[in-house]
């Protein structure tokens, strides 16, 4: 079945980013990627998808967390009368050390590209969602989002920030028929956790009641859901981590 709403992803070069623009596309959504730090990984899979799914993929290169990009981008959709229906922030990076460590300049990239991005997407898209009577934005967050975490506090701030954000955000828009939940994940096998030695890694999975690693497939299935189903369900936080926190 072919779908005339747009779904926009950001960062969805790889990791969970790359397997929910493939499952959006494999449903028969029409896809605008947005990645920035691998542009050659990002147009594959918008070829990838073109061929395989013979959709409408455009892909976009930029840094979520920079104003003037973004607003470029949506001048550009309003212009071509094109209203995402679904919007996926999924931008994001991680930051591990000491607080004391961390300088004003790294605290204000990671606060840009993980929150600050959801601001300027969620800006950018309400209006056109407005235009189109509705929509859907999840929001990818993290269970150090939840509980937070010993030398992440900037991951988890930005993290805990977009919970809020979450919430807030769904009772404002509530009322205009636009939904807004967000996926805290625990450890997801992306290359997010892939600086993790072997040790490393024996260690958190046995943190894991689960025993394993998320894919990035059951994450992008979250995703999905929370952004497709359940018309009643908005403001939610919904935590997936194979009972780790």
């Known amino acids: 079945m072919l779908h005339t709403g747009y779904v926009l992803i950001t960062g969805a070069s790889h990791g969970i980013g790359r397997a929910t623009a493939r499952l959006f596309a494999g449903h028969g959504y029409p896809l605008i990627l947005n990645g920035f730090h691998s542009p050659d990984a990002l147009e594959a899979l918008g070829e990838e998808i073109r061929r395989q799914y013979r959709i409408s993929c455009e892909t976009t290169v930029g840094d979520a967390g920079d104003a003037a990009y973004v607003q470029d981008l949506f001048a550009g959709l309003t212009a071509r009368d094109i209203s995402p229906e679904i919007l996926v922030n999924n931008a994001g990076m991680?930051?591990?050390?000491?607080?004391?460590?961390m300088s004003p300049e790294e605290w204000q990239h990671i606060l840009n590209t993980n929150l600050t991005s959801c601001f300027l997407f969620c800006k950018g898209a309400i209006p056109l969602m407005l235009r189109r009577g509705g929509g859907s934005i999840v929001n990818v967050s993290s269970v150090w989002g939840?509980?937070?975490?010993?030398c992440e506090v900037a991951y988890?701030?930005?993290?805990?920030?977009?919970?809020?954000?979450?919430?807030a955000l769904a009772k404002e828009l509530a009322p205009s028929r636009i939904?807004?939940?967000?996926?805290?994940?625990g450890a997801i096998d992306t290359a997010m956790n892939h600086f993790l030695d072997a040790e490393e890694t024996a260690a958190l999975l046995g943190e894991i009641p689960a025993g394993r690693l998320g894919t990035p497939e059951e994450a992008a299935a979250l995703i999905y859901d929370l952004a497709v189903a359940h018309p009643y369900l908005t403001g939610q936080v919904i935590t997936m981590d194979g009972g780790w926190t």
């Open 146 to 150: 939840n509980v937070g975490a010993s």
């Open 156 to 167: 988890s701030a930005t993290k805990g920030g977009i919970n809020a954000m979450t919430r």
């Open 94 to 101: 991680a930051h591990i050390g000491l607080f004391q460590d």
């Open 179 to 185: 939904r807004c939940n967000a996926a805290a994940f």
